[in-house]
């Protein structure tokens, strides 16, 4: 699955996009405006908008996955995707609070390719422009005028609360030695797929589908999510720095407790036993001990088992989709993202 893969509306993935991000955008730079200007500043630069003195910069703004969701979840049910506008604002304005929190709490210098917002304005701005960034989100889509916002924001608050869990329990791995696998699972399925099955919701509610199908809508949205966050730590081992925008083993260097490492660690092997020894103990690991510590992941199955996991995922995604009963040509572009996502590259 590629990118350029075109679905039976004719639209390719990365067309499909190409033209969430436009109407995303369109209503997402007028929302920022609103943001004092000390808070606007910083998420311009991390929305990519301009550098970090204010010039334009057209930098790489993400992919715009989950605002595509809502779009097209609204349309799979039989509404337009305009009613759901403010939804999908409102939840790339999440995702990005959560992702300028992420890189202060994981220390991560690079995303997409640039300095992170913590680098180049502070930690403490960063913060706060996050902070900003969320209370921005519950704006947009309390005054978005739809009849069912009150449920919508309901939907949504819960998915945050559920989302800021997920975080909170994945920094307390960081200072624990007997992480289990249950736990890795439930953590990653509220960090990770509570908003995108938020995201598939709201889509489904503000397009006017019926409670069945926003529910099957959700539970495709929090499949696709925990395939996503699989395929992520993949990523974070194995991923191409020219292409995923961060250094090689990054998670690895952090001794970050990601999916197929604590598959590794819960293996009793002779393999995961040596993993545990490098990543429990008190030095930071140098490159050689970054790659032992991949072959170790990869010799014990974590790999293997996590694809297999994206797979498995996705496919059951796909039956909740087509559980929702979607229209066709939206319905065969949700689809396409599914497949996106689960096997992507960055």
Same mark, same amino acid.
Not at 216 to 229: E, K, M, Y
């Given at each position: 699955?590629?990118?350029?893969?075109?679905?039976?509306? #004719?639209?390719?993935?990365?067309?499909?996009?190409?033209?969430?991000?436009?109407?995303?955008?369109?209503? /997402?730079? $007028?929302?920022?405006?609103?943001?004092?200007?000390?808070?606007?500043?910083?998420?311009?630069?991390?929305?990519?908008?301009?550098?970090?003195?204010? @010039?334009?910069?057209?930098?790489?703004? #993400?992919?715009?996955?989950?605002?595509?969701?809502?779009?097209?979840?609204?349309?799979?049910?039989?509404?337009?995707?305009?009613?759901?506008?403010?939804?999908?604002?409102?939840?790339?304005?999440?995702?990005?609070?959560? !992702?300028?929190?992420?890189?202060?709490?994981?220390? %991560? @210098?690079?995303?997409?390719?640039? $300095?992170?917002?913590?680098?180049? &304005?502070?930690?403490? $701005?960063?913060?706060? *422009?996050?902070?900003?960034?969320?209370?921005?989100?519950?704006?947009?889509?309390?005054? +978005?005028?739809?009849?069912?916002?009150?449920?919508?924001? @309901?939907?949504?608050?819960?998915?945050? =609360?559920?989302?800021?869990?997920?975080?909170?329990?994945?920094?307390?791995?960081?200072?624990?030695?007997?992480?289990?696998?249950?736990?890795?699972?439930?953590?990653?399925?509220?960090?990770?797929?509570?908003?995108?099955?938020?995201?598939?919701?709201?889509?489904?509610?503000?397009?006017?589908?019926?409670?069945? =199908?926003?529910?099957?809508? %959700?539970?495709? +949205?929090?499949? !696709?999510?925990?395939?996503?966050? &699989?395929?992520?730590?993949?990523?974070?081992?194995?991923?191409?720095?020219?292409?995923? #925008?961060?250094?090689?083993?990054?998670? /690895? @260097?952090?001794?970050?407790?990601?999916?197929?490492?604590?598959?590794?660690?819960?293996?009793?092997?002779?393999?995961?036993?040596?993993?545990?020894?490098?990543?429990?103990?008190?030095?930071? !690991?140098?490159?050689?001990?970054?790659?032992?510590?991949?072959? !170790?992941?990869?010799?014990? #199955?974590?790999?293997?088992?996590?694809?297999? =996991?994206?797979?498995?995922?996705?496919?059951?995604?796909? +039956?909740?989709?087509?559980? *929702?009963?979607?229209?066709?040509? $939206?319905?065969?572009?949700?689809?396409?993202?599914?497949?996106?996502?689960?096997?992507?590259?960055?």
């Amino acid at each position: 699955m590629t990118a350029v893969e075109v679905t039976a509306g #004719g639209r390719s993935a990365r067309e499909v996009l190409d033209w969430s991000r436009d109407m995303v955008e369109s209503a /997402l730079r $007028p929302a920022a405006d609103r943001l004092p200007p000390s808070m606007r500043r910083i998420a311009g630069y991390h929305f990519g908008w301009w550098d970090e003195h204010g @010039r334009p910069a057209g930098a790489d703004a #993400g992919k715009a996955i989950r605002p595509a969701l809502v779009l097209l979840a609204a349309e799979a049910v039989g509404g337009g995707a305009a009613a759901a506008l403010p939804a999908a604002v409102a939840v790339e304005l999440a995702h990005n609070f959560s !992702l300028l929190h992420d890189d202060v709490m994981d220390g %991560d @210098r690079t995303r997409r390719h640039r $300095p992170t917002a913590w680098t180049v &304005f502070g930690v403490s $701005p960063a913060i706060l *422009a996050g902070d900003a960034l969320l209370t921005l989100a519950f704006d947009v889509l309390a005054t +978005g005028g739809h009849p069912d916002t009150s449920r919508a924001t @309901r939907i949504f608050s819960v998915a945050i =609360q559920e989302l800021l869990e997920g975080q909170n329990t994945d920094v307390a791995f960081e200072r624990r030695q007997d992480v289990e696998l249950a736990e890795c699972l439930s953590m990653a399925a509220g960090k990770t797929g509570a908003l995108l099955g938020c995201a598939c919701a709201l889509g489904g509610l503000l397009g006017g589908g019926g409670q069945e =199908q926003v529910e099957h809508l %959700d539970a495709f +949205g929090r499949d !696709l999510g925990l395939a996503f966050q &699989f395929v992520d730590d993949l990523l974070g081992i194995w991923g191409d720095p020219a292409v995923t #925008g961060k250094p090689v083993y990054s998670d /690895l @260097r952090s001794r970050k407790k990601s999916l197929p490492v604590v598959a590794a660690l819960a293996s009793s092997t002779s393999a995961g036993r040596e993993l545990a020894r490098l990543y429990h103990g008190e030095h930071p !690991l140098s490159d050689a001990d970054l790659v032992r510590a991949a072959e !170790l992941v990869d010799a014990v #199955g974590g790999r293997a088992w996590s694809q297999a =996991q994206a797979d498995e995922l996705l496919t059951r995604a796909l +039956g909740h989709l087509g559980a *929702a009963g979607s229209a066709s040509v $939206p319905g065969a572009e949700l689809a396409v993202l599914a497949r996106l996502v689960a096997r992507r590259d960055h």
